[in-house]
């Protein structure tokens, strides 16, 4: 005897109206497909450029906390203002006569992309005693307790002080074509020359950042900077030329990175070969932020 026929439940048969989507809650997460791998990678590209993005954007808020300090107690700028006017004056008038063979014209002409070097270079001692200063009074502790990347007080104290740097090559330009100083090349190089002084100290403040971080106070840091810059500076062709020095300081001024600073500026100012030096110059930048901003970073981690 057959069996009957029986028809199975209308909700057990599949439903051909039901959609993916409606079966999607029935997935289990191992039986979801994985996203793609660029999908991933796009997701980590971005969030690492909003990273950067936040991190820059902090740097310039930190910056601008510098300026209006700055901006507050005005004396701070008389090594990047007052300064360059009396050494100027000072090496022209007094020394001039007797170093420039009695041509005080001729040797202000010499002496005046050197002595833009020097400047610039001291105006960044400045720079790692306010470092100095800043731990010491606790404001890196409220740094510390906002969600900020750890090298950006660091980098924000850095391009503060472009304007101390741009300020003294305004400044001691100015004041030298009032002295009498004309730049023979063209004004693209005159710009050039500015430039480069301005990226190498803005490579040099690195050492200063170094020294403020590693310093126990705020004043030994100006006595240990003199201590490495008196060398770099007087030892070099700021002054005078590398010819009328003996045997091993014209070797020491081979290598000197003051010395091809100098030497590349006076090209781009009043003739003379640039290539070279301005390689040179360009090669010491760089190793001077492979070196000292690893080890400005380590030292800030350790201070902090």
């Known amino acids: ?143 510390r307790a906002l969600p900020i990347a750890r090298s950006v007080p660091l980098v924000g104290a850095v391009v503060a002080d472009f304007v101390r740097y741009l300020l003294v090559c305004v400044i001691t330009l100015g004041f030298g074509y009032v002295l009498g100083f004309r730049v023979q090349t063209n004004v693209l190089a005159a710009l050039g020359a500015v430039a480069l002084a301005i990226g190498f100290a803005l490579c040099f403040c690195w050492v200063s950042l170094w020294v403020g971080l590693k310093a126990r106070n705020a004043g030994s840091v100006q006595g240990i900077m003199f201590v490495l810059l008196f060398p770099l500076s007087f030892g070099s062709s700021i002054f005078t030329p590398t010819k009328t020095m003996p045997g091993w300081l014209q070797a020491w001024n081979h290598v000197n990175p003051i010395t091809k600073l100098v030497d590349a500026m006076r090209g781009l100012l009043i003739g003379g070969p640039v290539g070279t030096n301005v390689l040179w110059t360009l090669v010491w930048m760089a190793g001077l932020l492979l070196v000292f901003v690893p080890l400005a970073m380590r030292a800030y981690k350790r201070r902090s």
């Open 1 to 143: 005897m057959s069996q009957p026929h029986t028809i199975a439940p209308q909700s057990t048969l599949y439903d051909s109206a039901k959609t993916p989507e409606k079966l999607a809650p029935a997935l289990t997460k191992s039986d979801a497909p994985a996203p793609p791998a660029n999908r991933t990678r796009n997701t980590q590209s971005t969030a690492r450029g909003s990273r950067v993005r936040r991190s820059v954007r902090h740097a310039f808020v930190l910056a601008m906390r510098n300026l209006i300090k700055t901006a507050r107690t005005p004396e701070q700028l008389i090594d990047v203002t007052i300064q360059p006017m009396i050494f100027l004056l000072l090496f022209v008038y007094v020394f001039g006569g007797a170093i420039g063979g009695g041509d005080r014209h001729d040797y202000l002409q010499y002496l005046l992309p050197g002595l833009l070097a020097q400047s610039i270079v001291f105006g960044s001692i400045a720079l790692g005693q306010n470092m100095n200063a800043d731990i010491d009074n606790g404001v890196f502790d409220r740094f």
